[in-house]
């Protein structure tokens, strides 16, 4: 299949002819793949921090990005040890606030139990109310100790509520962990999670809140393998839910990369097909699906962690979000360190004058001994139909 680049260097051609020439779309930092833009430097301090990019924009404008501040020495910097901070931008992402520790997740890890609280999905309701969904972890490691709590904040990120139960009557092999796989939709607040304390093992759950997060419920189960591990969603053009999960490797079935399993629901997570899968050109891990900007979605993360040229952070741009383009590397494996954990939101969406843009933070490692990271922005701008 031919291919050809456009003026400002994006790729035009699709994978097996499932697309037309994708979109006229500018990658900001440009000369891809790049170092993108410095965003947190845990590089001076020794620190780290994969997990928690997750972001979203107000009601008011600003935006407010969440990541991980967590040892550098614990699992060589891709553990959990530490805590959730965040940075605002009143000016549309063009400067950044100091970082603000979420105070929860510090008193979480000062009690001096080995035990963090992280938040992994931010959003923002219908409202303007922000809930901020955190992981919690035993040991510094990965492994979830109890199921996950929530925060409210009806200020736009200013103060936040003390934790609250998701549901009450579920434990940590029923819900432990959502990878920023939360959506709104005709009012509603949807949210993926999926169980158990270690690499998969449990059930994947859709829970719902009618009342801005006041209150969540859970509305179905999903019907992915329970070994399967992370999840993103987003909700298509016609008001269809789409779900992705990964096929977690194991000793008896080897890493698959290069198709990743979806489930859909056309009727707001009540019931759901059987699994599908549909192709990555460049393979794909830890993904993170964006809601439709424009005429397109995208979906990033790492490039596979197996087979040929893992370890690079991808991006896809699809018309459906189930057939993707050919794909396009912004950033390439330097050190060996696993990374490129992301997360993604439109920014314009508060103000009908602006043109939409998609905002993308992902971890990107910087020590050639280690796997501490430092987080990086890169911007989707000038995107079809915005």
């Known amino acids: 299949m031919s291919s050809t680049i456009s003026r400002r260097g994006v790729l035009l051609t699709a994978a097996g002819g499932l697309m037309a020439q994708a979109p006229p779309f500018r990658i900001v930092p440009s000369d891809i793949p790049n170092e993108g833009i410095l965003f947190v430097d845990h590089q001076r301090e020794g620190r780290s921090g994969h997990g928690g990019n997750t972001l979203t924009e107000c ?46 997740s510090k008193r979480v890890w000062d009690a001096g139990q080995v035990n963090s609280a992280l938040v992994f999905s931010l959003i923002t309701a219908p409202d303007g109310t922000l809930i901020a969904i955190a992981v919690q972890f035993k040991g510094g490691a990965w492994r979830k100790e109890l199921p996950p709590v929530y925060f409210l904040s009806h200020d736009h990120g200013h103060t ?32 993926v999670f999926f169980g158990g304390s270690g690499d998969g093992g449990g059930p994947y759950t859709l829970y719902v809140s009618s009342d801005n997060g006041r209150t969540f419920r859970k509305r179905s189960t999903l019907p992915f393998d329970k070994d399967n591990y992370y999840s993103t969603a987003a909700v298509l053009e016609n008001g269809d839910f789409i779900v992705y999960s990964y096929v977690y490797p194991r000793k ?12 859909i629901s056309p009727d707001r997570g009540y019931t759901w097909s059987e699994v599908r899968t549909t192709y990555f050109a460049k393979r794909i891990r830890n993904p993170q699906l964006s809601e439709k900007v424009g005429d397109y979605y995208f979906i990033h993360g790492r490039s596979g962690s197996y087979g040929d040229a893992p370890g690079n952070f991808v991006l896809y741009a699809s018309r459906d979000a189930i057939h993707w383009d050919e794909g396009r590397y912004l950033h390439r494996k330097i050190y060996p360190g696993g990374d490129k954990y992301s997360g993604n939101a439109v920014i314009g969406k508060s ?16 020590d050639a001994d280690t796997s501490r990271v430092n987080e990086r922005h890169w911007w989707i701008e000038e995107i079809a139909g915005t």
């Open 59 to 104: 009601a008011n404008g600003n935006i407010l990005s969440f990541y991980s501040n967590v040892s550098g020495e614990v699992i060589k910097g891709h553990g959990t040890a530490g805590w959730s901070e965040f940075r605002r931008s009143t000016d549309g992402g063009r400067t950044w606030g100091p970082a603000t520790v979420l105070d929860y």
């Open 160 to 191: 936040w509520s003390e934790p609250r139960d998701v549901d009450p009557s579920a434990g940590v092999e029923d819900i432990a962990m959502t990878f920023d796989a939360s959506w709104v939709h005709n009012g509603e607040v949807f949210v």
């Open 252 to 263: 008896w079935r080897p890493a698959e990369e290069h198709n990743l399993p979806y489930v």
């Open 351 to 366: 103000d009908p004058k602006q043109r939409n843009r998609l905002l993308i933070q992902s971890s990107i490692v910087y």
